[in-house]
């Protein structure tokens, strides 16, 4: 059955098309510093938004009635993937994502749970077989459940722990069996509401122990995908553990997991912490972490996690400028962790979702990878901290400079002298490589 017969594959036809079913940025084939667009944006599509989400949200019920929804249980599952796989092959993407229950229904037990995620993954390997589309990175559910209203990992009761860490038990399987480059832990419920009931430190250490498990038996089966945290704030715990990713490095840091774990960074995420999504990026690059990304934007006019697609040129420069100058994303990809709004209900807005979100970072791509071909902002950076490369500056960078030097050398100063930052003039040249790149 075709689930989107009245579209065709989507193609690239350049910045005048009128075609709403073309690239107009994206073209996989344009090859850029030896490598072409396709490799180095690695998109990928995020099952539990396309194809599982409805439009609900908490105000109301959902609005989008897809092609598969008439359907229920493993039924309902199985027409998924065939549509998933006609939706990757028409819009010609390299990698998917899911969570374990995006995929197949969960039983009334763990056993069943498993049974009928068995049946899913087989139909999956089976359609991967004759497709281009690999999986970028899956993981387990543990927040949507009852179980995991206290937590998962940190939850204070142990037989929770324990369910949790089947579930990434057979999660980690899944991906060994499906090719995972990548497998996520996102702590959805990771966190505390109060400390009036809450033993932190238990909840953290049992948190690193849990993860500590995870990689052991990773190891033991000989999957080596890349494991990746997820940080995200607030939502839906007052005090997440995995705030942002200077928040993760530390816990990683505490208790000997840096080696091996990289962030996946999510721009909606990023701003919930009060951060700009390049800031995030450039934290995980300088500390040698940034394993992948999810591409959305959130709406600085709501509060909340709104995953849209991600349209702000500005962001996805920024965010082009630091995973170019990270060398790439190696294993990891863009995943369009994004849903089409609750009033784009169609299916057909699936297509233009994704179609904006690619031409976006394929705007974004070329616009910081001639900043970085000019060297504008790096030129300009290390002019601006050359006092570092002499004298002075350049004992304290070196650690010759002790406080009785630095005092001996203040005491002598008769004037200090700043140069300015600049700001606007940076900014004023950010706007002219990009206005010069789409309007080619």
Known sequence: ?????????????????????????????????????????????????????????????????????????????????????????????????????DIAPEGSTLRESNQNQDIIVAMIKEYMATSKTKLLWNTANMFTNPRYVHGAATSNNADVFAYSAAKVKKALEVGKELGAENYVFWGGREGYETLLNTNMKLEQDNLARFFHMAVDYAKEIGFDAQFLIEPKPKEPTKHQYDFDVATGLSFLQKYDLADKFKFNIEANHATLAGHTFEHELHVARINNMLGSVDANQGDPLL??????????????????????????????????????????????????????????????????????????????????????????????????????????????????????????????????????????
């Open 1 to 101: 059955m075709a689930y989107f017969e009245n579209i065709n594959a989507i193609k690239y036809e350049g910045a005048s098309s009128k075609n709403p079913f073309a690239f107009k940025y994206y073209n996989p084939e344009e090859v850029i510093n030896g490598k072409t667009m396709e490799e180095i944006l690695r998109f990928g599509v995020a099952y539990w938004h396309t194809f599982d989400a409805d439009g609900s949200d908490p105000f109301g019920v959902g609005t989008a009635i897809r092609p598969w929804d008439h359907l229920t249980g493993l039924d309902r599952a199985k027409a998924r993937v065939e549509a998933a796989f006609e939706f990757f092959e028409k819009l010609n993407v390299p990698f998917f994502c899911f969570h374990d229950v």
């Open 303 to 440: 509060g909340w996690d709104t995953d849209e697609f991600p349209t702000d040129l500005y962001s996805t420069t920024l965010a082009m400028y630091e995973i170019l100058k990270n060398g790439g994303l190696g294993r990891g990809g863009l995943n369009f962790d994004s849903k089409v709004r609750r009033g784009s209900f169609d299916v057909e807005d699936l297509f233009h979702a994704h179609i904006v979100g690619m031409d976006g970072f394929a705007v974004g791509l070329k616009v910081a990878n001639k900043l970085l071909e000019d060297r504008v902002f790096e030129d300009f950076i290390d002019d601006r901290y050359s006092s570092y490369n002499e004298g002075i500056g350049l004992e304290i960078v070196e650690g010759k400079a002790d406080l009785r030097k630095l005092e001996a050398y203040a005491l002598e100063l008769t004037e200090i002298k700043n140069q300015s930052g600049r700001t606007e003039r940076l900014k004023a040249i950010l706007n002219q490589y990009l206005l010069e790149t789409i309007t080619k």
